[in-house]
């Protein structure tokens, strides 16, 4: 019998079983729930490549939300990736467990607060493991466990014994429904609490700090490390909060009070030496009596001139950003801003004495006495880490009418919260509080009572995840320094600053300490935008109403009326919330759709980066995806199974090798593709096409390459193990029946060390880009691309700057391009495998070029634009 026979009856035999349903995506999510590889980091082994993928860990109110599983599923898909290109990855997940949510909650509940935030925790993890992301849960804890808070006591006393945790009184934002400090945050524009809607008031307390501001410098510098990746407006955002180190600061004792201070900032620190006065704006501290432009009956001790200063109360000086202190230096134009306001000079008592302390000196002696002297910006604060509530890390300081503060030892770590409490502050736990002193035994003494922010628990997690159950230290320094810094941390752009400028802060005092290897902890950032949900508002009151009380009259205009009164309403896309009527609970859609199909929708059509607009008129066309990859796979196993014994040999025509070199050249274009997107930009969603592109390919083979072809095999291989990250449970089924199809042309395939037949799709290898492919070199002069020229993967992926730029100078077009025109410099970008750019700058003046670079280069780029393809090259 005929090929082309056999293939017509396999035609006609095709039936039941092509279609792909909801039930039977359901049926194959749970054959293979707990079949998708070892995600197991393996900290013995130092030959594979380290991948260290972190999606910032989750406060376990309880409920998973659409937040969550996006920002899960784009480090899962990246972890999976990493592991298929044979890196040994380390991808943990734990809870950020302590804070005044499970406080309250549990105060309404009357249980205790751990009781319910381990219930919490237990419910988050079954959903998180319906949705099979391959976390390494032998490393989960939870930061509001002894074991592991016990090591956030142990880094404060380790700040605290260098200086870098000290008490002081400061105003601070107090919440009276709550009953503890606010950061500035946590403020809403209407002066209410975040939480509690509460009127937050202005109270003085004695608090803890974190001196922050010493290492301000470093951490500003430390923003244009060259291997930061991907930070791009999050730099800027960071800068912002830090400021231009543009002076220093100081800590200028009282006379008479040697607890407390007065911080100033200047430029120069020479001005010390001419010091007239310090000025304070009325709501500083210091001017308890609230008055106005008046001299305080305190001194401030200068420590360079041995003179003391007196302090007035001005409200006019001109005071740095972000400061209420002026360190007014003796000249004419302080004086009469003194005299001004109704000071004399009987005040000042003279001019300052002179001193020929350098400015290097005035530095040293500061540094010596411990009251400042380092770089920093005049708005940058300490990090206020007290909070007087329950739930966080006991703060391990005993209070001793002796001895002052005294450290807990660290042995009789950790100091833990007491048992069973229901939401009492420990400052009214007499039983808890009391304590003897650890230095000289003294009976009457206290705890501290201030837990720590819960920002400091975080500010050093991901280090922790390291080395989880390490009983001895944090962590393992051998470890850490083979693992840090982390290489794809994934999170929301509302912790870009404070949590990334409090965790930076930690890396670099713990490099400081030779205990990291880099000081910057996270190399690469992936910020991922909201999930956004449809909300109606009707448009007269502001009323926020649920999409069943709205007729939509016109969507593409977005025109809609509340259904009972007819009032127009307003459609938006907004974060989703309870409050807004447009949440969607995740595991409903779970439950109608199934899991890749749900991690396919998060990451489909939009950029990981940008905001997604949750809407199920996206959803057919990643369930058209689905049905054709089923189809596709049911057809090539159906054609094969009718192919007789014997009759192997694939048709001698020219429409056969036709068809075969195009799936050759499609699977190489769109592996290259959706590898760059995985591995380079992380626009998953553009990776996505390209695998919807390589299906198209596969769709348009004829019945015969199907039934006999090699190319056609090694396509649909490709296209199976590239979609394994982001759909693990289908992609494991289509691999299945690809490696048990009653027939293969080759059973080497991708090579016997490519494919491992006996395996499953997650021990395979990434599909490699074949050394003869032609991969893109994109020649651009002075930004603009002019060609491209086409090189052969084996020499492409040797190419150094130099030889591109020998080798496009080569080329007769490029050469007509440039004319005679110098040189001036250029750049060079390769992405192995995937495409490069050579980017040459000629010089503008010998061009005859009038307009700015800026405007050039905008109308060059437009001109690209609008060119429908590039000049080629093909280059041997």
Known sequence: MSSAVCIAIALVSLQAGRELTSEMKLKLETKWHKNLGDYRFNPSDSLREKRYVLAMFPYPSGNLHMGHVRVYTISDAMARFYRLNGANVLHPMGWDAFGLPAENAAMQRQIPADTWTHRNIGEMRKQLEKLSFSFDWQREFATCEPEYYR?????????????????????????????????????????????????????????????????????????????????????????HWIGECEGYAFELPLVGNVKASVSVWTRDPEDLKNALYIAVHPSNLLNKDNSLDSMLDITVQNPFTKSTLPVVVLENAPFPEGCDTYLAIDNDENRALALKNGLNEAHFGGKASATQCSAEEILRQATTLGIGGHPVSSKLRDWLISRQRFWGTPIPIVHCPSCGPVPVPEPDLPVKLPTNSVGVPLAQNDEWLRVACPSCQHPECRRESDTMDTFVDSSWYFLRFIDAHNTREMFDRTLAHRLMPVDLYVGGKEHAVLHLYYARFVAHYLHSKGLLPSAEPFKRLLVQGMVMGRSYRVTSNGKYISAAEVDVVDEKSNRAVERVTGEPVTMLWEKMSKSKHNGVDPLDVLREHGCDTLRLILLADVAPTSHRNWSEATFPGILNWQKRLWLTMHDFRELRANIPHGSVVPPATEEFTDHEHKLW????????????????????????????????????????????????????????????????????????????????????????????????????????????????????????????????????????????????????????????????????????????????????????????????????????????????????
């Open 665 to 876: 050249d499609a699977r190489n274009y769109f592996t290259a593709g959706a590898t760059f997107n995985y591995r380079h930009s992380h626009q998953l969603s553009v990776g996505i096409s390209k695998m919807q592109g390589l299906t198209n390919a596969i769709r348009r083979a004829p019945a015969a390459v199907v039934a006999y072809g090699r190319q056609y095999e090694r396509a649909l291989a490709a296209q199976i193990i590239m979609l394994a990250p982001m759909a693990p449970h289908f992609a494991a089924e289509l691999w299945e029946q690809l490696v048990t199809a009653p027939y293969r042309v080759d059973q080497g395939l991708l090579g016997a060390s490519d494919v491992r037949w006996d395996g499953g799709v997650f021990d395979q290898q990434w599909p490699a880009i074949d050394e003869e492919f032609p991969l893109d070199l994109t020649f651009k002069i002075n930004g603009a691309e002019c060609c491209i020229l086409k090189i052969p993967a084996k020499r492409f992926n040797q190419l150094t700057h130099q030889e591109s730029l020998d080798l496009a100078l080569r080329q007769e077009l490029i050469v007509k391009l440039i004319g005679k025109r110098p040189l001036r410099t250029s750049d060079f970008t390769l992405y192995p495998n995937c495409e490069a750019f050579l980017n040459v700058f000629l010089d503008r003046a010998s061009l005859g070029e009038d307009e700015s670079p800026k405007s050039k280069k905008e109308k060059k780029d437009k001109k690209v634009k609008k060119k429908k393809s590039l000049e080629v090259l093909y280059i041997g």
């Open 151 to 239: 090591w956030t006591q142990q880094l404060f006393l380790m700040l605290f014994k260098d200086g870098l945790a000290y008490q002081r009184e400061a105003l601070v934002n107090w919440d009276p429904v709550d009953q503890t400090v606010l950061a500035d945050e946590q403020v809403d524009d209407n002066g209410c609490s975040w939480r509690s809607g509460a009127k937050v008031e202005k109270k003085v307390l004695r608090q803890w700090f974190i001196k922050t501001t010493k290492f301000a410098k470093p951490l500003l510098e430390g923003l244009n490390d060259p291997s930061l990746e991907d930070w791009k407006d999050i730099i800027k955002l960071q800068r």
